[in-house]
């Protein structure tokens, strides 16, 4: 018998030797987090050593997008049957992990044009512009462009997706149906009309915002749920800002490698408002 199978037990509650060790019948740590799996799908094409980075901050990214669309898609589906507290929570978290994606960005500038330049053309067309978890993002937010389905015709189970989101109501429209049963005036043809279409502003959304905002007492549940679509744009802007400002210190005016003019392309993106009449209320209260 050796000294250690003869040693007393430890009795400290606080000793490490007490933390489960065999896992021959239950799941451990990677396992459950399937560790083996997540970090097997880090494959760098080159020998750069920026590379790795360049794939672990997109791979993050797309986990924390996994999150996004998971609450954005919970949250609406309680707005739709008029449930607005527990879609509140949901938002928050939406926000949070916003702020994740946006911080990723901080990680990605310590990469250097030079060291960008080393594997840049070894990934060909792939870009984060082909995401679809990001557009399906966009799509739930509702900024609605038919020309975005393109990239994913290739996957026919992703393309099904996102082409239903397209065509159904957004986050947005989805609020303004609350302001309706509320007994705000919303006409219509903007409750029912065409959901692939982008979104545009509306003069008596505008004054049913107007209406809760000046007494948000009387209809706290819609004012509150307002102020929370201001969060989630105020965070997907500067989502946008970030990768604009990375893009440009890492390629300067390159073309992107999806197609689009990179920069550029990102600059007009900035324009994109999603909930036009929000933003316009602060101006007419």
Not at 23 to 40: K, M
Not at 204 to 232: C, F, G, Q
């Amino acid at each position: 018998m050796s000294q250690a199978d003869s040693a007393p037990p430890n009795t400290n509650p606080d000793a490490p030797e007490r933390a489960y060790s065999d896992f021959t019948r239950s799941l451990s740590y990677g396992d459950y987090l399937r560790i083996d799996t997540l970090t097997s799908a880090h494959q760098p094409v080159t020998q750069a050593h920026d590379e790795h980075l360049f794939i672990a901050v997109h791979h993050i990214s797309e986990v924390w997008l996994n999150l996004i669309v998971q609450e954005l898609r919970a949250a609406m589906t309680l707005l739709s049957a008029g449930v607005t507290d527990a879609p509140l929570k949901m938002l928050s978290r939406v926000v949070r992990a916003q702020e994740q994606m946006t911080n990723a960005w901080e990680v990605l500038k310590t990469m250097t044009p030079a060291d960008y330049l080393q594997f840049r053309s070894a990934f060909g067309r792939a870009s984060g512009f082909q995401s679809a978890q990001y557009r399906m993002m966009e799509f739930l937010l509702g900024n609605r462009n038919a020309t975005l389905l393109r990239p994913h015709q290739h996957r026919p189970d992703l393309y099904g997706l996102l082409e239903a989101a397209l065509n159904a109501p957004s986050l947005y429209d989805l609020a303004l149906r609350l302001l309706s049963e509320r007994g705000l005036a919303i006409a219509p043809s903007v409750l029912e009309r065409d959901f692939a279409q982008p979104y545009v502003q509306n003069d008596e959304v505008l004054a049913a915002w107007l209406t809760v905002y000046r007494d948000p007492e009387r209809y706290w549940d819609v004012y509150e749920l307002a102020e929370k679509l201001i969060d989630v744009e105020d965070n997907f802007r500067r989502w946008r800002f970030n990768h604009l400002t990375t893009v440009e210190r890492t390629i300067g005016f390159k073309t992107g490698s999806g197609g689009t003019s990179g920069v550029g392309y990102l600059r007009k993106a900035l324009d994109t408002v999603l909930f036009p009449e929000l933003w316009q209320v602060r101006t007419e209260l």
